[in-house]
């Protein structure tokens, strides 16, 4: 009986200035690195995406993983968000994890994470609605009158956070000093960010940090090299059983993601 192998379905966009207009549907996953990219339609996959200016204002049926020196998250994405950079905005909604590093990190109020929020930042504000427990390494946070976390908050910070009347905390809050033992013994170090300045960051950021790294060198060979990437896809769509070998090095080398 003949077995359907899946096939690989992925766009590549780059240029100064990269966008996907509002109307505009893609479907599969959308590897995208300019100067500036303006998400304004409807991406039916991933968004990886590398540039200096990142703005989402449409809508993401799939995950998001990026580094820009600015990027804003105002529009829906339906499953994990993943991203780091110099200022980090986010006022959409997010299905699932929030995962952020940067020097300046703000949730507004209009925002909404529908699980956990992993954070490193120099400065960060939380207006909006996590539903989930936020996990953070900052040198200044600040929980305003207009949030909600419906989980744990726990943060590594030299200062204590700036948690305003109003702010509502459903777990338990933990503040740790990020000490010289607990450094030594989770990892915990300071990572210098896109800007020149300090981010405390906690043991965990290492590995994400190493992986977002690997996944934007990816980018960087998907752009460099499309042809060599078609070809190596039309020999999976053509001969799967012979290409094999490539779906084991896909496998291995491409990060997996929650769907």
Known sequence: ??????????????????????G??????????GETIIIDGTING??????????????VNGNIISA?????????VTHAVRIIGEILNISGTIGRDLLVAGNKVSIASTAEI??????GAGTARI?????????SGVEHLTIASTASIQGKLTYISENEANIQSGAQIRGKITHKLPDVKERLITGTHRLPNVGGRLVTGIGIWGKIIGFLMTLML??????LAPRRVKAVTESIRTRPWASLGWGAIILIFTPITAR
């Open 1 to 22: 009986a003949f077995t359907a192998v899946p096939v690989l379905a992925f766009n590549v966009r780059s240029g100064d200035y990269v966008t996907v207009a509002s």
């Open 24 to 33: 505009e549907v893609i479907d599969g996953d959308l590897y995208v690195a």
């Open 46 to 59: 991933d968004l990886i995406a590398a540039g200096r200016t990142i703005m989402v204002n449409g809508t």
């Open 68 to 76: 820009g020196g600015t990027v804003d998250i105002n529009g829906e």
């Open 114 to 119: 529908g699980s956990d929020l992993l954070l």
């Open 127 to 135: 207006d909006g609605l996590i539903k989930g427990d936020i996990n």
């Open 218 to 223: 990816g980018i960087v060979i998907v752009l």
